[in-house]
């Protein structure tokens, strides 16, 4: 069985629970919509609608410390793909530099 959500949270929720994630993905035309793919695994055994259910009713328990290591695992796999993402468009994109832009020489800030 495959689950996809756009809920940072429940994704949160069905890693720390055992759901394997399979995939991230952002939408194009979305840019701020990330969308997570999780497939059912041995630690899920089948469940995966079951614990969706149970995180939108509300009555969904974990244990702290590991929903938040499962948090900082999402995020952290979330922004390495919109990093790798927009990393084509990153050079076109950077910033010029201002004129007027402070620089730092030998520890004084000197502006020009």
């Known amino acids: 069985m495959r689950v996809t959500t756009t809920d ?10 055992g759901a394997h994630l399979a995939d991230i993905w952002n939408e194009r035309n979305k840019a701020s ?3 997570f793919v999780f497939d059912d695994c041995r ?3 089948g469940r ?6 149970s995180y939108h009713n ?6 702290l410390a590991e929903y938040r290591q499962s948090l900082e ?3 952290d796999a979330m922004f390495r ?7 084509a468009n990153a050079e076109r994109n950077k910033p010029r530099r201002n004129r007027n832009a402070c620089q730092q020489k030998t ?4 502006c020009r």
């Not at 940072?8 to 629970?17: D, I, K, P």
């Not at 995966?48 to 259910?53: F, K, P, S, T, Y």
């Not at 509300?58 to 244990?63: D, F, L, Y």
């Not at 793909?81 to 990393?87: C, K, S």
């Open 58 to 63: 509300g009555t969904a328990t974990v244990n």
């Open 107 to 110: 520890r004084k800030m000197v």
């Open 43 to 45: 630690q899920s055994e």
């Open 81 to 87: 793909i919109l990093r790798n993402e927009n990393g």
């Open 8 to 17: 940072l949270y429940e994704s949160g929720f069905l890693h720390c629970a």
């Open 73 to 75: 695992t999402i995020k």
């Open 48 to 53: 995966l609608e079951e614990l969706q259910r």
């Open 33 to 35: 919509t990330v969308i």
